[in-house]
């Protein structure tokens, strides 16, 4: 099903999930040691971001790796299973209406390290944001969507909207937002710089 979209939201995730953390997943058969029929131990013991997400059945429009390299994921403007829970303005469950990409945090990183990284070691490449920023201006310019309307997945699925605790932290507070948007707009009024 395709969605008119209306926004961006920019997530973030780990490059590499251990296989160990499809344990915590619904599919998971304890007694049978198997994730959807299929035993532990034929998975990676590292799983990609993109096979992680897939495995979880969730899913996103791309993905973008540490050099800077676009992963495609579902094709814009298919609707993705992203946002989960989220609430901008007045428009709620914002996979309906938003388009989505998740920068990659290099390496396999357990959440506690994820999260650390993210608030606090600025893992974004310059490579990645450059893309991010491109990318950024493609879905603005083929879906008219407004630079406001650019989001963290935390601005939009905070404890604010999920209840204290629960809410969504990435991209993170080592990721400038409004430098980022800065750095979009500048490319919007002149593409050559
Ligand atoms: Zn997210």
């Known amino acids: 099903m395709a969605?008119?979209?209306?926004?961006?939201?920019?997530?973030?995730?780990?490059?590499?999930?251990?296989?160990?953390?499809?344990k915590w997943l619904r599919r998971f058969d304890k007694e049978a040691n198997t994730y959807d029929g299929k035993p532990l131990e034929e998975f990676s013991e590292q799983l990609h971001a993109p096979e992680w997400l897939r495995?979880?059945?969730?899913?996103?429009?791309g993905f973008i790796a540490p050099d800077g390299e676009w992963i495609e994921g579902l094709a814009g403007p298919e609707k993705a299973a992203h946002a989960g829970k989220s609430r901008f303005e007045e428009l709620n469950g914002l996979n309906s209406h938003f388009l989505g990409f998740e920068l990659l945090v290099p390496?396999?990183?357990?959440?506690?390290?994820?999260?650390?990284?993210?608030?606090?070691?600025?893992?974004?490449?310059e490579a990645q944001l450059n893309t991010a920023v491109s990318k950024c201006i493609e879905w603005m310019?083929?879906?008219?969507?407004?630079?406001?309307?650019?989001?963290?997945?935390?601005?939009?699925?905070?404890?604010?909207?999920?209840?204290?605790?629960?809410?969504?932290?990435?991209?993170?507070?080592?990721?400038?937002?409004?430098?980022?948007?800065g750095r979009v707009s500048a490319k919007f009024m002149d593409p050559f710089s």
Do not use: C, W
């Open 3 to 22: 969605i008119e979209p209306k926004g961006i939201i920019i997530h973030s995730m780990s490059e590499y999930i251990t296989r160990d953390a499809l």
């Open 55 to 61: 495995l979880s059945r969730l899913s996103v429009h």
């Open 107 to 125: 390496g396999l990183n357990d959440y506690s390290q994820f999260i650390d990284k993210i608030d606090n070691q600025s893992p974004y490449s």
């Open 141 to 181: 310019q083929t879906y008219n969507i407004a630079l406001t309307n650019i989001v963290g997945h935390s601005d939009v699925s905070g404890d604010d909207v999920r209840g204290e605790g629960k809410g969504k932290k990435d991209p993170g507070k080592s990721f400038d937002m409004e430098a980022f948007k």
